[in-house]
């Protein structure tokens, strides 16, 4: 882990709001001359603290998608099972989101498809391919509530 100071996080904070501000108004933002600023940016950069800087789109307003939550459960649980079954997830583009969990769940997945037919051909294909599942429940995603990067601020040294 990286150490961050006062300086880092409001770096992090502002790029997080705002990440196509310039060098020098990110530098106005945070109360750094452009130099110091700049030398932070890219000792953040270098440490992966940031590790890119992407548009966030509006996919509703782009497509129609369904997203759908799956709880997933392996047959067994060496780890050779676990490691198949995440080689398999990571390659999937339609799975955003993989979560290993404990409690019961082994995974909590996030998916999207143009349709549930989509859906439904991509969980027969993993089936097929045997990777381990024993049981997946489908939660479909009816309107999504709230969805947010982790606050900064939880970063802070208490």
């Known amino acids: 882990m990286i150490k961050l100071d006062a300086a880092d996080?409001?770096?992090?904070?502002?790029?997080?709001?705002?990440?196509?501000?310039?060098?020098?108004?990110?530098?106005e933002t945070v109360h750094l001359?452009?130099?110091p600023c700049w030398e932070r940016l890219r000792r953040l950069e270098q440490a992966g603290a940031i590790t890119g800087y992407?548009?966030?789109i509006d996919i509703d307003r782009v497509v129609r998608l369904t997203t759908v939550l799956v709880e997933v459960t392996l047959k067994r649980?060496?780890?050779?099972?676990?490691?198949?079954?995440?080689?398999?997830?990571?390659?999937e583009p339609l799975i955003l989101?993989?979560?290993?969990?404990?409690?019961?769940?082994?995974?909590v997945l996030r998916v999207v498809a143009p349709d549930i037919d989509a859906y439904q051909r991509l969980i027969d294909r993993m089936l097929v391919a045997d990777i381990g599942i024993d049981r997946y429940f489908t939660y479909i995603v009816t309107k999504s509530v709230k969805s947010a990067p982790v606050p900064i601020g939880l970063l802070a040294p208490d």
């Open 97 to 107: 989101q993989c979560d290993a969990t404990g409690g019961g769940i082994d995974y």
């Open 77 to 91: 649980h060496t780890h050779d099972d676990f490691a198949r079954f995440e080689a398999a997830i990571r390659a």
């Open 33 to 35: 001359s452009p130099t």
């Open 54 to 56: 992407a548009a966030q």
């Open 9 to 27: 996080l409001r770096i992090l904070a502002a790029l997080q709001a705002q990440g196509r501000m310039t060098k020098l108004k990110l530098a």
